[in-house]
């Protein structure tokens, strides 16, 4: 059973934006850093973006640096993932996730709690 509520995926053109949100419905995360996996079929998810307990620290994919921004906001436990720019090597489901392991966890085996996905497609 997934942990974490992801919302906000969907069909975007190239060059658009889209904004995901993850919610954690019956539990805090607030002492967890938060973060963004991506998995495209028939690939490995792959590490986005993470964001630490506090919110000070972020962590970006060399692939989304510039287009991406991770925030999270403590009181209503929500992490969200505003894209920008965005490509069609963008198109994934895209799942948020927690970690003990700090805000530089890359290793999907880090992180122990998962939403369900949304899938964001991004035409050409």
């Known amino acids: 059973q997934a942990q974490l509520v992801e919302s906000g995926g969907g069909l975007v053109q190239a060059g658009g934006s889209l904004s995901l949100s993850c919610a954690a419905p019956?539990?805090?995360?607030?002492?967890?850093?938060m973060g963004w996996f991506r998995q495209a079929p028939g690939k490995e998810r792959d590490f986005v973006t993470a964001i630490s307990g506090s919110g000070a620290n972020t962590y970006y994919a060399d692939s989304v640096k510039g287009r991406f921004t991770i925030s999270r906001d403590s009181d209503k436990r929500t992490v969200s993932l505003q894209m920008d720019s965005l490509k069609p090597e963008d198109t994934a489901v895209y799942y948020c996730?927690?970690?003990?392991?700090?805000?530089?966890?890359?290793?999907?085996?880090?992180?122990?709690?998962w939403g369900q996905g949304t899938q964001v497609t991004v035409s050409s």
């Open positions: 996730a927690a970690t003990w392991a700090g805000v530089r966890a890359r290793d999907v085996h880090l992180y122990d709690a």
């Open positions: 019956g539990r805090t995360f607030s002492n967890y850093a």
